[in-house]
């Protein structure tokens, strides 16, 4: 059964610092791996999708990477802004798709 | 291009009514899904169709049923709500094909059972 882990649960940083939220999976069987984002009281927003043969994928201040034979996921956010506070979550698509439980990042201004 | 669209957002119920929730897609999509989301459970997947047709169980089915209407609908059905159904209920819908397997959300439906 693929179990997702999220770590940290929650990350206060000040506006401008460079943050990595991590996301580990049990299974490498996987076809790919998407990090969304949610806004209080909202739906999911793709961030980005990364396809189990590539190895990171970039949008803007965002790159999230992918190592599937440590069963490993990183978003990197660079020179944060109060606009990033959100939850976010990644999912692990394989079989079946699995959630996990997210990371509450608060960035202050 | 309005992606996947849920209805109703907001609803209130009565212990023991029944209610329909509606979900539609325009992507040509032929995956769907239905999952909730409670607060330190993450998003739990309640049914899942992986194709017209075909309907399978998820994580935690157990009080609702689905209907694969046609390639477009995927509707989620609580015949007898209770209180621990309570939840945002979010669609979801994918392809390989059609857009490399991104997930789509809908923008969720918020569920009270009083």
């Known amino acids: 059964k693929q179990e997702v882990t999220q770590i940290p649960a929650a990350l206060s940083v000040p506006e401008g610092e460079n943050l990595v939220l991590n996301c580990s999976f049990t299974d490498s069987a996987i076809y790919n791996l998407q990090w969304f984002r949610q806004d209080p009281g909202k739906g999911l927003t793709s961030l980005l999708l990364?396809?189990?043969?590539?190895r990171e994928q970039t949008s803007g201040r965002l790159n999230a990477s992918l190592d599937k034979s440590s069963g490993r996921s990183t978003l990197y956010i660079a020179a944060s802004q109060p606009g990033d506070s959100a939850t976010y979550l990644c999912?692990?698509?394989?079989?079946?798709?699995?959630f996990g439980a997210g990371t509450i990042l608060r960035v202050k201004s | 291009n309005a992606g996947v669209t849920q209805t109703p957002k907001f609803q209130v119920l009565k212990t023991g009514q029944s209610m329909t929730l509606q979900c539609a897609q325009d992507m040509n999509h032929n995956s769907m899904y239905w999952y909730r989301q409670d607060p330190g459970m993450g998003l739990r997947l309640i049914y899942y169709?992986?194709?017209?047709?075909?309907?399978d169980k998820g994580e935690v089915p157990n009080g609702y049923n689905v209907s694969r209407l046609n390639k477009r609908e995927f509707s989620l059905r609580l015949e007898s709500a209770a209180p621990s159904q309570t939840s945002v209920y979010f669609c979801?819908?994918?392809?390989?094909?059609?857009?490399?397997?991104?997930?789509?959300f809908g923008e969720g439906s918020w569920l009270t059972v009083v």
């Open positions: 169709s992986a194709s017209e047709g075909t309907t």
């Open positions: 990364i396809q189990s043969s590539q």
């Open positions: 999912a692990v698509i394989g079989n079946k798709l699995v």
């Open positions: 979801a819908s994918s392809d390989l094909a059609v857009s490399g397997n991104t997930i789509y």
